[in-house]
């Protein structure tokens, strides 16, 4: 019989411990607070209370504390084949793009309350609406369309109380790379515009709709951080032509952080308040080697890595969003067929 002392069988048992721990973190999924089939998580309203969910039909509005249905959206079926939808941070409004039956590019809004279509906004566009937004306050709309055969890519601001044009620039945009989204408090509009050189975010004072800031080298939004007088935005890198990931000041341009990681099968759909992980998933490639698209991270903003994994048994999971509170996110899960289930789960324990 071999014997150990006492000291080796608690240093073993530390070891296997230890081991257990790890492999029970990579396998670890997050601890649900409620899921509802049947949609695809869209964000919170900015106070944090209610969920909005696009569903194969329309939309739906959940109380965002334990999943209540708060009010079912169906869209006409001319509309469900609309090209891009937006929410309204007070809960007003959610928009769609679309062009009908004649060619006619068109916006409609619908109340969130009721589920009326409340306003239909004939524009003046060339090419489909790919860039959508509504203001914090619900007064105004902003779109862009894409640029394709030689017209398109402006921009144009709408009133949603009688659809009057507000502003019209442009072309933003020379191909279908469209993005148009309110800072937190109204005051700025960002847009991509490759039309300048080079291109850049071009951020834009709403009081006058001229530019206050310039952030080139970055082609992707992810958020708007702070209130309007602290605020910065996050902007997607690049690895593989060497652009980082940078949170920007707004309108200083400082740059706040800048981070370069092995993004080429990793999505960063959210940033934490205070900026220290992002929210990602895995995105499963051709490559057979390719790791299944089956996992959620938090990665750390100084470099990258993983600080919390999740796993599922799923291969089609993705991540959603983060609430104002900080204190959950949201995923999906969607089956071959397009099914798709929405979950909102508790934030782990980042340090």
């Known amino acids: 019989m071999i014997r150990i002392s006492l000291r080796t069988a608690m240093a073993l048992m530390a070891t296997t411990a230890a081991l257990l721990l790890t492999a029970s973190s990579w396998a670890m999924t997050p601890t649900t607070i409620w899921q509802a089939s049947g949609g695809y998580p869209s964000g919170y309203s900015a106070d944090g209370t209610v969920l909005y969910m ?20 169906t869209l006409p079926a001319a509309s469900q084949a609309y090209d891009r939808s937006a929410f309204s941070p007070d809960k007003q409004f ?61 921009l144009r601001v709408f009133r949603t109380s009688d659809g009057g044009v507000v502003s019209k620039q442009g072309p933003m945009v020379v191909n279908g790379n469209t993005f148009a989204k309110f800072s937190p408090g109204g005051t700025y509009l960002a847009v991509y515009e490759n039309t300048l050189n080079p291109a850049a ?16 080298q970055n082609q992707y939004m992810i958020q708007w951080l702070g209130t309007d007088t602290t605020a910065s935005v996050w902007l997607r890198g690049n690895e593989s032509i060497s652009i980082p990931y940078r949170q920007v000041g707004v309108p200083a341009g400082a740059v706040l952080k800048s981070v370069s990681f092995d993004d080429s099968s990793r999505s960063v759909t959210a940033v934490t ?25 938090f990665l750390r903003t100084t470099d990258g890595a993983a600080q919390t994994t999740y796993t599922f048994s799923s291969t089609i999971v993705s991540s959603g969003t983060i609430n104002p509170a900080g204190t959950n996110f949201t995923y999906a899960i969607c089956a071959s067929d397009g099914a798709c289930t929405t979950f909102v789960a508790q934030m782990p324990s980042l340090p």
């Open 54 to 73: 696009s569903t194969p039909t329309g939309f739906q509005t959940r109380r965002a504390s334990d999943g209540v249905l708060l009010k079912t959206i």
């Open 94 to 154: 959610v928009a769609i793009s679309l062009v009908d039956t004649n060619g006619v590019v068109k916006i409609e809004l619908y109340s969130l309350s009721t589920g009326a279509l409340v306003r239909t906004i004939t524009t003046d566009a060339v090419r489909n609406i790919r860039g959508l937004d509504i203001s914090p306050n619900s007064s105004l709309i902003a779109s862009v369309e894409r640029f394709a055969y030689g017209g398109g890519g402006m």
């Open 201 to 216: 975010f071009n951020i834009l004072r709403t009081s006058n709709w001229t530019s206050a800031e310039q952030i080139s």
């Open 273 to 297: 308040s205070n900026s220290k992980y992002f929210l990602a998933w895995q995105i499963q490639t051709t490559d057979p080697s390719s790791p299944p698209g089956n996992t959620i991270f």
